[in-house]
């Protein structure tokens, strides 16, 4: 499945961001869907992960509440909706596909699309 991201950009701490990530193959409802993001220097963190239907979602510790994970499996598009932005929130965010229930680790993902920036200034 081709994956494309964006929504990424600069902005203030405690602001708000909209990532959007389109399938352009035809199985996107299939997936289970997910958000990774990797800052300089540090490992991948999976940030938010959605089941296929959208009925079950799992979030990072460090993103609990201020980021909303869902799809749109008629547009075939997932979204990550992040509010209350912190600096340390910056990092490049990927769009992945994978297992068909709520992913729980990055090896579940199979499919990746290209990065998109956010980068959170103080």
């Known amino acids: 499945v081709q994956l494309q991201a964006s929504g990424g950009g600069l902005v203030q701490a405690g602001g708000s961001l909209r990532l959007s990530c389109t399938s352009f193959g035809r199985t996107f409802s299939n997936y289970g869907m997910g958000w990774i993001r990797q800052a300089p220097g540090q490992d991948r963190e999976l940030v938010a992960a959605?089941?296929?239907?959208?009925?079950?979602?799992l979030y990072a510790d460090s993103v609990k509440g201020r980021f909303t994970i869902s799809r749109d499996n008629v547009k075939n598009t997932v979204y990550l909706q992040m509010n209350s932005l912190k600096p340390e929130d910056t990092a490049v965010y990927y769009c992945?596909?994978?297992?068909?229930?709520?992913?729980?680790?990055?090896?579940?993902?199979?499919?990746w699309g290209q990065g998109t920036l956010v980068t959170v200034s103080s």
């Open positions: 992945a596909a994978g297992v068909r229930g709520v992913a729980t680790m990055i090896s579940d993902f199979g499919s």
């Open positions: 959605i089941a296929w239907r959208g009925g079950s979602t």
